[in-house]
């Protein structure tokens, strides 16, 4: 079964920083990932998938295979960035199921 | 365009009860999804629903069941409620399934409590 792990559970980081928000997965096919973000009274939302290779907002997102790992990256952040973020994975074979990791809460300080 | 609506925002029951939560999918999404998420975790996939038929399902047990209606809007059914149930429940839909870059739009939730 597959498996999604963010280490942190809470990264603080001041504004213009870098940010780097950790996912590691478990999965023996290929997998699609993806970085879902929450922001403070708002419901979940798709911030960037891996088969987009886009920038949204600042963030990319690079799908290591060899350290199954898809970490998210944003070279200075802003305090708009301060977010829940989840880390999601779908299996070669499940449609469109999500596999959630547990999620990382961003601070970005003034 | 109509976004993902769930009713209702809240509500309390009590151990041993049944629950029933509702989700309005988005304007020309056929594709619900439902999800648990615990206090402080990610949320965690327990059915999908296409075309009125349960298309996918996660690791939870029987007494969870849903239905999908020919508008595609949805129910969540929860029988014998556990105290380990309340959760935050998340409705989920989108495109056709087995693709996934389809989108999934996500509602506000409904906030269970079991006492």
């Known amino acids: 079964a597959q498996r999604v792990t963010q280490p942190e559970k809470l990264l603080s980081v001041f504004k213009g920083a870098p940010v780097e928000l950790k996912c590691n997965y478990s999965y023996s096919g290929s997998p699609e990932l993806f970085w879902y973000v929450q922001y403070s009274r708002q419901r979940l939302q798709l911030l960037l998938r891996?088969?987009s290779r886009e920038s949204i907002k600042g963030f990319t997102a690079d799908l290591n295979k060899g350290e199954t790992s898809f970490h998210l990256k944003k070279p200075f952040a802003q305090e708009e960035d301060s977010a829940m973020y989840y880390c999601a994975l779908v299996a070669g074979n499940a449609g469109n199921m999500l596999t959630f990791g547990g999620g990382t809460r961003l601070m970005v300080k003034p | 365009e109509t976004g993902v609506t769930q009713s209702p925002t809240h509500l309390i029951k009590t151990r041993g009860q049944q629950v029933t939560l509702r989700c309005s999918s988005q304007?020309?999404?056929?594709?619900v999804s439902w999800y648990q998420q615990a206090l402080g975790q990610g949320p965690q996939f327990i059915f999908q629903y296409y075309r009125e038929e349960e298309n996918g399902r996660g690791n939870f047990p029987p007494r969870f069941s849903g239905l999908q209606f020919p508008n595609y809007s949805s129910e969540l059914n929860v029988n014998a409620l556990e105290l380990d149930d309340s959760a935050l429940y998340l409705c989920?839909?989108?495109?056709?399934?087995?693709?996934?870059?389809?989108?999934?739009?996500f509602g506000p939730g409904t906030r269970l409590t079991v006492t």
């Open positions: 304007s020309g999404h056929n594709t």
């Open positions: 989920a839909s989108s495109l056709a399934p087995g693709t996934s870059g389809y989108e999934q739009y």
């Open positions: 891996h088969i």
